[in-house]
């Protein structure tokens, strides 16, 4: 008997394999093309919505400072809201306070009044918040635009530092286009 070898070998071509290549390249090419846009997608809403909610908070602070404030003021170019409200609670450095605070940032010892509402004095038709005696005891929060940020400044610190804070900062320019841009507060008259 006579063993016969077959040397019957399969595989593709060249022309197979070059068209199975250019296949796999555009399904590739189409997968990765789709995902850039999803991400490019995923980070204009978040950038939206992240701006979105800094508007609320921002609409949220100066309509809590409008209601507890004693005088309301806007600029002639409608660029800055200063706001003069009273102390209602008894800060660290105040005339008031019946004790003085230690550390960074500033807390006040045990068994202190600071941070503990002030009795206002109430005549005929008006409540102060401080005694005649003593300064008066206003804080002044202004809101200003400055190129793309709204700020919120408070009155200094007992360390001499005024409190500021930032919102609707756009850090690129197509980012900030897509956003409505500050331009004015709106009138309060």
């Known amino acids: 008997m006579k063993l016969t070898q077959h040397s019957h070998q399969s595989g593709f071509t060249l022309a197979e394999i070059l068209t199975a290549m250019a296949i796999a390249v555009v399904i590739f090419a189409a997968?990765?093309?789709?995902?850039?846009?999803?991400?490019?997608?995923f980070n204009a809403v978040d950038n939206y919505f992240a701006t979105?909610?800094?508007?609320?908070?921002?609409?949220?602070?100066?309509?809590?400072d409008v209601k507890r404030a004693l005088i309301v003021t806007t600029?002639?170019?409608?660029?800055?809201?200063?706001?003069?409200?009273?102390?209602?609670?008894?800060?660290c450095g105040d005339p008031d306070a019946d004790a003085a605070c230690t550390g960074t940032p500033p807390t006040a010892p045990a068994g202190s009044n600071i941070g503990k509402p002030r009795t206002p004095d109430i005549n005929s038709s008006q409540v102060n918040y401080w005694k005649?005696?003593?300064?008066?005891?206003?804080?002044?929060?202004?809101?200003?635009?400055?190129?793309?940020?709204?700020l919120r400044t408070e009155d200094p610190r007992s360390d001499g530092h005024p409190i500021?804070?930032?919102?609707?900062?756009?850090d690129s320019r197509s980012e900030f286009d897509q956003h409505e841009s500050p331009r004015h507060f709106p009138r309060l008259d």
Do not use: F
């Open 31 to 41: 997968i990765l093309t789709a995902s850039l846009a999803m991400q490019k997608t």
């Open 52 to 64: 979105h909610i800094q508007q609320i908070r921002i609409i949220d602070y100066l309509n809590r």
């Open 75 to 91: 600029s002639a170019d409608q660029q800055t809201v200063t706001v003069t409200i009273p102390n209602y609670l008894i800060q």
């Open 132 to 150: 005649p005696a003593t300064s008066v005891v206003y804080s002044t929060v202004v809101y200003s635009i400055s190129g793309k940020s709204i």
């Open 164 to 170: 500021v804070t930032e919102w609707l900062r756009c």
